[in-house]
């Protein structure tokens, strides 16, 4: 039997219809067409599918899509401000920190959730944020510099003072 | 599948009794489903119980003890100041659980439900002496924790019962707890062995209290009365610890798996448990001094 289930994604009210059994990463995929959340794993280790549910950060595969009555998702595809990215996102793109971009929307979704919370991580933190992101590509040095930079950059931009 | 998200206590019970032993209750979901998706068989229900505030909250009350929400997930407890001073052991346990996005969802009672022998949580629980308020057809009971776990995946629960809470008994002055757990990464894996220990000093930093238990070195995770009674009268002098290493390493019955040895368990079920000893030794000396 179909859920009829309504939530706030990205700031908007949506409305879907699901199976209990479907997760919300295969929601906001084949329902809504969200494909910028990606499936690596679908078993919690990789988070490729990192969304923020409730103000968490989660991983989408591990979430049913009927636990989202009611909630409020904010994906990767609510992170830039209309053509205007993120400076995580412009980050990543000058720092390479990216192959073939798979985990890429993961990482940006964790890096936000971080920066949100702790706008001056040191590097530790940031590696130990970020072990539930899987990178084949990179080797996560460059991810790494990315978001310490991005972290730096907004910090400046909040007290107006150049880098 | 019918999924419900009941928000009374009662309604969780009436709906797993009807159930008639096809029921599953859900919290955070990490470990089931991913199990759902390695292709293990849906139940006809699944109760979501994060909506029952009862099993998401967690309560400090006069006399120091707590009451933590079964549902509560690793995430709130890390942030709870209170409960992270009094029991670091047992905060420090349930947040090396996975990666952050698992501690947004991943809950203490489902780390005990779950019941793996490696359950990081279950230890230190068990030192702390905690209680779980377990809910049923039959009414209510509380079971130690160590009492619950009763092999690999298999509860004390009933069919119809559910956990509702754990209960943190209040604690006298410089007592403390830690857990250590050795993995081959530095996150994200399952423990090859883990320790915990909760101790209390007199004003001398003489043991007078002590609790020891194990994970991952056995089918369930087990207290080691015998390892706990050698810290009582002590100052964890060398010499002492020694014996207490040897102790701990013996009362291990692991298993050979592709995360290690036999050999190499107790061995190191020995080596952590010194360790935890020592941290929960000057943490509770440090408190005194706070």
């Known amino acids: 039997m179909k859920q009829h289930i309504c939530t706030s994604i990205n700031g908007e009210i949506t409305e879907f219809l699901c199976d209990s059994s479907a997760t919300l990463l295969q929601v906001l995929r084949d329902n809504l067409q969200l494909t910028g959340t990606k499936e690596g794993c679908g078993s919690g280790d990789c988070g490729a599918c990192s969304v923020m549910f409730n103000d968490r950060l989660v991983c989408s595969c591990l979430v049913l899509a009927v636990e989202a009555q009611n909630s409020r998702i904010d994906t990767i595809e609510g992170m830039a401000t209309g053509d205007k990215l993120h400076p995580l996102q412009q980050s990543f793109l000058e720092h390479a920190a990216l192959q073939c971009g798979i985990c890429t929307p993961g990482f940006l979704v964790a890096a936000k959730a971080l920066l949100d919370t702790n706008p001056s991580p040191t590097e530790t933190e940031v590696r130990f944020w970020i072990a539930g992101n899987l990178c084949r590509c990179t080797g996560y040095d460059s991810i790494v510099r990315a978001i310490l930079d991005a972290a730096e950059k907004m910090r400046h931009a909040e007290t107006g003072v150049a880098p | ?290």
């Open chain 2, 1 to 290: 599948m019918h999924y419900h998200a009941p928000t009374e206590l009662a309604e969780v019970a009436a709906l797993l009794a009807s159930a008639k032993g096809q029921g599953r209750v859900m919290a955070g979901g990490t470990d089931l489903l991913a199990r759902f998706a390695s292709g293990m068989p849906r139940p006809d229900m699944l109760v979501d119980i994060k909506q029952v505030t009862e099993l998401m909250v967690i309560e400090q009350h006069d006399n120091g003890s707590f009451t933590v929400g079964a549902g509560v997930s690793g995430a709130v407890i890390g942030e709870h100041a209170a409960l992270c001073r009094v029991w670091p052991g047992v905060t420090e346990a349930m947040e090396l659980i996975g990666s952050v996005q698992i501690q947004g969802r991943a809950s203490l009672g489902g780390n005990l439900c779950n019941a793996s022998p490696a359950a990081d949580s279950v230890p230190a629980l068990i030192t702390a002496g905690a209680h779980c308020r377990i809910l049923g057809g039959q009414g209510e009971r509380q079971v130690p924790v160590a009492d619950v776990i009763q092999s690999p995946g298999k509860t004390c629960l009933a069919s119809d019962e559910f956990i509702v809470s754990f209960y943190l008994p209040p604690r006298p002055a410089r007592s403390a707890d830690a857990y250590l757990r050795l993995i081959p990464r530095s996150e994200m894996d399952i423990a090859v062995a883990g320790a915990a220990v909760n101790v209390t000093l007199d004003n001398e930093g003489v043991v007078v209290a002590a609790s020891v238990a194990l994970g991952a070195v056995s089918a369930v995770p087990f207290a080691v009365p015998g390892a706990a009674e050698l810290l009582m009268g002590s100052r964890m002098e060398d010499d002492l610890m020694a014996q207490f290493k040897t102790v701990v390493s013996s009362s291990c019955r692991p298993i050979n798996d592709k995360r290690g040895t036999i050999d190499y368990r107790n061995h190191v079920a020995g080596v952590l448990a010194v360790r935890a000893a020592r941290i929960a030794g000057e943490r509770a000396a440090w408190k005194e001094k706070a």
